[in-house]
């Protein structure tokens, strides 16, 4: 068989990345995006309140819900982490023998995230399930019906949330992809 002809040809190795395309830029806005996601995630969940009047008060406020509140605190340490790791990369920009390590470090901690995020989320979200279905078998009432304002806001914070999930899942693979293109070949 003839080994000269393209078409007969193998490789084991991935394509090298592109020459000129630098990943700690989509990196930094992936960053970017995973802060501005865990930003309006808890702005639009903590300004969610709503009272309403029956022959007295009752308001609807996240802090009354464990798993509202353990939403707020795992979106306010995502922000906070994407803030120290987008200056995090920023910094060893100028520095590119740093690169690969702190990639390495990106992956673990980007996987830390990205579980406090999904299961905060996931929490939220079963918890906002059964707030606009209830559920007859234990007897628990739905409230979205009466609390519309407060159930929206927490839809569009777990929206949000969601998609910061997302971007910690993206990040991940950035990460790795950029340390395989690394690699020695």
């Not at 040809?9 to 802060?35: E, M």
């Not at 509140?69 to 590119?96: D, M, N, R």
């Not at 299961?119 to 519309?148: E, F, M, P, Q, R």
């Amino acid at each position: 068989m003839a080994t000269d002809n393209p078409e007969y040809k193998t490789s084991s190795t991935p394509a090298a990345a592109p020459a000129g395309v630098d990943f700690f830029i989509f990196d930094v806005i992936l960053r970017f995006l995973l802060f501005a996601a865990s930003l309006v995630a808890v702005v639009v969940i903590v300004t969610g309140n709503q009272t309403i009047y029956l022959p007295f008060p009752r308001p609807a406020k996240f802090r009354y819900s464990p798993a509202f509140v353990y939403f707020v605190a795992a979106f306010s340490v995502a922000g906070l982490y994407s803030i120290i790791t987008i200056l995090a990369s920023l910094f060893v920009k100028k520095s590119p023998a740093l690169k690969t390590k702190l990639l390495l470090y990106f992956i673990f901690l980007d996987a830390l995230i990205l579980g406090i995020t999904a299961s905060a989320t996931g929490s939220g979200a079963a918890v906002a399930y059964v707030g606009l279905k209830g559920n007859n078998h234990v007897n628990w009432n739905k409230i979205c019906n009466v609390y519309d304002k407060f159930c929206r806001h927490v839809g569009g914070s777990l929206a949000v949330g969601l998609f910061g999930s997302v971007v910690a899942v993206l990040l991940i693979w950035l990460s790795a992809y950029s340390i395989h293109s690394r690699a020695p070949r």
